[in-house]
C-alpha cells in the first residue's frame, strides 16, 4: 500500500511538471499579486483618504483576525450601552489567528505576521490548485485553474489579512490528498480546513463522499472495509461542530456561535429569500454599478456550476460546491461579501479550466489575461474606492 502512495505522488509530481511546472504555478500567482497591489497603489492615490497599500491589506475582517490573535476569544456575549447583543471574536474560527498569534511569538508585529501568513497561504494555495487541476485533469488545467481562481474578482482578499488564501490552500490540498487517497494527509487537512471556515463543513462532506467511493470500491473488489477514508472523513466531518460546540461552552448557550453571527453581521440561513431580494430589486432598479456587478457576478456562478455539473466532475469535489453555494446563496448578510465567499468554491471555474486546457495555447492566456485584467482590476477597486467591508 505505501508503495502505491508513493508512486502515485511521484506520478502526479511528474505530471504536474516538476520543480518547473509548481514553479510556473507560483509565478503566475505572483504576477497576479503583484498586478493587483499596483493597482491598489494606483487607485488608491486617486483616492480623498489616501491610504498606503498596506494599510488596506489591514481593513475590515483583518481586525477581527488580530484581535483574536492578540488578546484571545471572549468569554461571553458582547453588548453595546443599550443592551443589545453585538458581534464579537466568536465568529471567526481558529486556525488563521493562531498562525498570527505564532508568527508573533517569533518577534513578528501581529499585523505583519498576519499579511505574511496570508500571502505565504497564497503560495500554498497556488501550489495545492496546480496539483488539483492536473490529478483531476491534466498539467494545463493546473496552470489555468491557478490563474484563473488567482484573478477573480474577489480574489484581492489572497493579498490580504483575510483567511480565504489559507482555506483555498487547506480544501485544495485536501481534495488533492482524497484524490490521490492518501488519506492520513486527506484527513488532517480536512479537519484544518473545518477549523478555518464554516464553509469548512461543505469541505468535509465533500471527503465524506470521496471515503465513500473509497470504501465502496474496495469493498466489492475485495470484501472487506476501508478504514483509513473513514477514519479521514470523521476527523474532518468534527471540524465544524467542534469549533461551534465549543463557542457555546464557552458562553453557556447552545446556539451562541450562530446568535453572534446573526447580531454581527445578519448572518442567518433564510433559504435564499435575502439573496432572491437583493437580485430582484437590483436588477429592476439598477442601484449602483457596484451591486449590479455583483448580482451578474452570483448569476454568472450559479450558471457557471450548472455548466460544471453537467460536465460531469469529480463527485467529492461537485458535491462540495454544491453545498458550499447553497450555504452562500441560501443565507442572508451582507451581499457585497458573496463574491468573496463563493471564490474557494472551484466548481463554478471548472467549465473555464477545462475550455483553456483544450483550447489553442494563444487563445487560453488572451481569454485568461482578459479576465485577469477584469478580475484583478475590480478586486482593487472594491477595496479603495469602494466604501463597505468585502
Not at 224 to 250: D, E, S, Y
Not at 264 to 271: I, M, V
Not at 312 to 330: D, E, F, T
Not at 331 to 360: E, I
Request: contains cysteine.
Amino acid at each position: 500500500m505505501t508503495e502505491t502512495l508513493v508512486v502515485q505522488k511521484e506520478r502526479l509530481w511528474d505530471r504536474a511538471g516538476a520543480a518547473r511546472g509548481v514553479g510556473t504555478a507560483i509565478g503566475i500567482l505572483a504576477l497576479t499579486r503583484l498586478g493587483q497591489l499596483l493597482m491598489i497603489w494606483w487607485l488608491g492615490s486617486a483616492t480623498a483618504e489616501p491610504r498606503s497599500v498596506w494599510d488596506r491589506l489591514l481593513v475590515w475582517d483583518a481586525g477581527w483576525f488580530l484581535r483574536v490573535a492578540v488578546d484571545g476569544y471572549p468569554h461571553g456575549y458582547t453588548y453595546d450601552a443599550n443592551g443589545v447583543l453585538q458581534g464579537n471574536e466568536l465568529a471567526f474560527f481558529p486556525v488563521y489567528p493562531i498562525l498570527i498569534r505564532f508568527g508573533a511569538a517569533i518577534g513578528l508585529p501581529a499585523s505583519t505576521a498576519a499579511v505574511l501568513i496570508a500571502w505565504a497561504a497564497s503560495i500554498g494555495a497556488a501550489v495545492a490548485l496546480h496539483l488539483l487541476g492536473t490529478s483531476l485533469y491534466d498539467k494545463r488545467a493546473g496552470w489555468a485553474l491557478v490563474a484563473i481562481c488567482c484573478s477573480a474578482p474577489a480574489s484581492v482578499v489572497l493579498s490580504m489579512a483575510y483567511s480565504e488564501s489559507i482555506f483555498l490552500a487547506l480544501v485544495a490540498g485536501m481534495f488533492v490528498a482524497a484524490h490521490r487517497r492518501v488519506w492520513w494527509a486527506a484527513g488532517l487537512l480536512g479537519l484544518l480546513t473545518a477549523l478555518s471556515r464554516p464553509t469548512g463543513a461543505a469541505a468535509a462532506l465533500g471527503l465524506a463522499v470521496a471515503a465513500l467511493i473509497a470504501v465502496w470500491s474496495l469493498w466489492r473488489s475485495e470484501r472487506r472495509i476501508a478504514w483509513p477514508p473513514i477514519a479521514a472523513a470523521a476527523v474532518a466531518l468534527a471540524g465544524v461542530p467542534l469549533f461551534i460546540g465549543w463557542v457555546a461552552w464557552r458562553v453557556g448557550d447552545l446556539d451562541a456561535w450562530f446568535k453572534i453571527q446573526t447580531a454581527g453581521w445578519g448572518t442567518t440561513f433564510d433559504y435564499g429569500t435575502s439573496t432572491w431580494d437583493f437580485l430582484n430589486t437590483t436588477l429592476r432598479t439598477g442601484d449602483g454599478w457596484v451591486s449590479i456587478s455583483i448580482a451578474i457576478i452570483l448569476l454568472a456562478a450559479l450558471a457557471a456550476a450548472g455548466v460544471a455539473l453537467a460536465q460531469k466532475p469529480w463527485l467529492p469535489l461537485a458535491v462540495y460546491g454544491v453545498v458550499a453555494m447553497i450555504l452562500v446563496y441560501g443565507q442572508a448578510g451582507f451581499y457585497h461579501s458573496k463574491p468573496r465567499l463563493l471564490l474557494p468554491v472551484l466548481l463554478t471555474l471548472l467549465p473555464a479550466v477545462v475550455a483553456a486546457s483544450k483550447a489553442r495555447p494563444r487563445v487560453a492566456i488572451l481569454s485568461i489575461a482578459a479576465w485577469a485584467a477584469f478580475g484583478l482590476w475590480y478586486g482593487a477597486y472594491l477595496v479603495t474606492v469602494w466604501p463597505y467591508t468585502l
